[in-house]
């Protein structure tokens, strides 16, 4: 269980949290890869990858400022960066998604959670 400053988070609550921004994460893998990226060119990658750094910016407060949080967001920073180059490298990309899953594990402490 997580104290935060509005409620106590649960372990199930918790690891339903992670799920959905696996989740979240997975699609950035979709949007960029090159066997599916031509279906979901209207997607725009960069603000949902804003969007994504904004929600997980609002969780930094409320569960006490985690430092997985900070890299997964300096992780995130680079995934965009990636996105935005006019030489842009998917193997590179998709590595920091992958990164960026493993860190998602540890928000909490306990990364089986």
């Not at 890299?71 to 193997?91: G, P, R």
């Not at 594990?105 to 959670?113: L, S």
Request: proline share 3%; with cysteine.
């Amino acid at each position: 269980m997580i104290s935060t400053k509005y409620m106590n988070i649960t372990d199930d609550q918790l690891a339903k949290q992670k799920k959905l921004l696996h989740s979240a994460l997975f699609w950035l893998l979709i949007y960029k890869d090159p066997e599916t990226c031509d279906k979901y060119k209207y997607v725009d990658v960069d603000k949902y990858i804003s969007g994504l750094m904004l929600r997980i910016g609002g969780m930094n407060e409320l569960f006490g400022y985690p430092a997985e949080l900070v890299t997964l967001l300096s992780v995130l920073q680079a995934i965009k960066d990636e996105n935005l180059k006019s030489e842009f490298d998917y193997h590179i990309y998709r590595k920091l998604v992958l990164d960026a899953h493993s860190l998602i594990d540890k928000i909490g402490g306990d990364p089986n959670v």
